[in-house]
């Protein structure tokens, strides 16, 4: 799948950087605010979970549509140590490093979809999507 | 024979100065930056190409080189100004030294010599430019830094401390600390932490205000979060975080009016108290008229 444009999270920094891009990108497309916060804080996420767990991956955007409705896509993907189990990480409050734990659930509460394939050893894959209202 | 090659740039000088800014206006024309005057564009042109000669000539670099840097540095133009002003130069004198009639000197080593010329002054530049970015940067993560936690004792017992910015690993640490020290060192009862100026609060940033609330409450006093925007509400109501553990309010002046009662205070507006007395003074005045 090829993607408009993608942001490679390294630094700390970058997590910034991309939620920026996605906050601009979302804007452009028509969300309102509060669609632009959720967006923006669903990517702070993703990208930190790539930092925190993976060191280095991407987050890449697209415009998808539907049936009369357009959307934005970010894709986080990394090749980090993968998710053993995702159905515990999709539990609220399960976090090994010692946060909230609410970070992939949250994701998923924020965005409209959401799409995980991870192995063990090869990395992470997530699909989010949210449609303008 | 190296002399000589060099000789013969400098012997041309004026032509080859003539040839390299007609290149460099072609150049400009296509990157044309309105912001800059013509006059201002030519006049720093010419000196650029003086100082490539008189670079070239002495076979070392001037100290001239090192104000002019600074200069264009200063003036905020590109590095690929110079860059490509350095390249352009190349290109004609050597252009320059193959045309030349009187040269019998193979094409290779006419190149060979010419970077032998020009590159020590695309180092330097790039060096004196890189150091200014790389200085600059440092500053401003020291200022940063100063902006990054502030508290303000406002009133006896009661603290603010307003963010604005993101919020990164080593930024909610520095305001941990502050937060704590300043607590300490204000007698502060009640602490009003303001993320209006916050942009996203995900669950790091939720995380660490959590505790940075949890160590004020262990060190006996409160900590109230100020400055939710709605839109913020709603993407922490969605990501499920438990702020129910401290007050929370919509604005600062709200939470500014609670932590008033918190610590039994209370601000009153003495010019109006005068006025509603007279108020009440004429209306009495004049219910006896009536």
Redo the contacts between chains.
Sequence with gaps: MDFRTCVNIQKEWDIVGARQFGRDFSKKLGFGIVDQARIATAISELARNIYLYAGSGKICFDEVENVGSRGICIVAIDTGPGIKDISQVMEDGFSTSGGLGAGLPGVKRLMDEFDITSKTGEGTEIRVVKWVR | MAKNLKEILVDNSNGLVHMWLEEVAEKQKEVTNSAISQDLFENTNREFVNIIFGSVEKESLTSDLDSFTERVINLGWPLSYLTDGLQLFKRVAIEFLIEHEELDVPVPKVLRHVDELVNPIINQLVNEYSGSWENTVSLQRVALQELSAPLIPVMDNITVMPLIG?I??ERAKFIMENLLDGVIKHHAEVVLIDITGV??????V??HI?QAAEAVRLIGSTCILVGIR???A??IV????DLSKFPTKSSLRKGFTTALEMTNQMIVQTNSEEQTIEELIDSLDRSKQS
């Design positions: 993101t990164d690993t942009p996203v609060v995900d669950t790091m939720a995380h959590i709605p839109e913020i709603q993407t969605n990501l499920g975080i």
